[in-house]
Antibody, heavy 115, light 108 residues
């Protein structure tokens, strides 16, 4: 079945960048968009943006414009989310999810931003 | 952007009871592109409903979704012990995609 396998937890310093990967297995990578959603501790879900592999384009939420870059490598069926200029408020679990209505999710990657 | 407001914030019910969760949008949701997710502590969200009323694969029929335009409802006909969780609505009809703030269904 379709699986989204995310990279492991990260600890970062304020001002640095983090890149999280999401490998898609069991499906044609170009068939669906891949969205990134984050969840701060004890908080709700926040959509960050998405990548549409078949078009090669990304869309971003206004809150993250200029700080987030979502890309994909079709040769490895992997999507990436890079967030720059990290601050403590970016401490969260970052999820990737398949398709417009997100029917399959990765298990999440914990990113901790701390000096 | 479409702002989704869920109510109530917390629903305290007993197993076997009916749960009715509301999701109201600040503007009409295009083509009823509204989904519902369930999330348990330490887990990723799970898709329950898409297209406002279509159950996702493997979702029990005690879960049902309804609504259109700006008002949507998730109903759990008879709560099972495993249904106590947080529920989110999400619209994917326009960018940015947005989520409601969640409704927690807790055991009374």
């Amino acid at each position: 079945q379709v699986q989204l396998v995310q990279s492991g937890a990260e600890v970062k310093k304020p001002g640095s960048s983090v890149r999280v990967s999401c490998e898609v297995s069991g499906d044609t990578f170009t068939s669906y968009a891949i969205s990134w959603v984050r969840q701060a501790p004890g908080q709700g879900l926040e959509w960050m943006g998405r990548f549409i592999p078949i078009l090669g384009i990304a869309n971003y939420a206004q809150n993250f414009q200029g700080r987030v870059t979502i890309t994909a490598d079709k040769s490895t069926n992997t999507a990436y989310m890079e967030l720059s200029s990290l601050r403590s408020e970016d401490t969260a679990v970052y999820y990737c999810a398949r398709g417009a209505f997100m029917d399959v999710w990765g298990k999440g990657t914990t990113v901790t931003v701390s000096s | 952007e479409v702002v989704l407001t869920q109510s109530p914030g917390t629903l305290s019910l007993s197993p076997g009871e009916r749960a009715t969760l509301s999701c109201r949008a600040s503007q009409s949701v295009s083509s009823s592109y509204l989904a519902w997710f369930q999330q348990k502590p330490g887990q990723a969200p799970r898709l329950l409903i898409y297209g406002a009323s279509s159950r996702a694969t493997g979702i029990p029929d005690r879960f049902s979704g309804s609504g259109s335009g700006t008002d949507f409802t998730l109903t759990i006909s008879r709560l099972e012990p495993e249904d106590f969780a947080v529920y989110y609505c999400q619209q994917y009809g326009s960018l940015p995609q947005t989520f409601g703030q969640g409704t927690k269904v807790e055991i009374k």
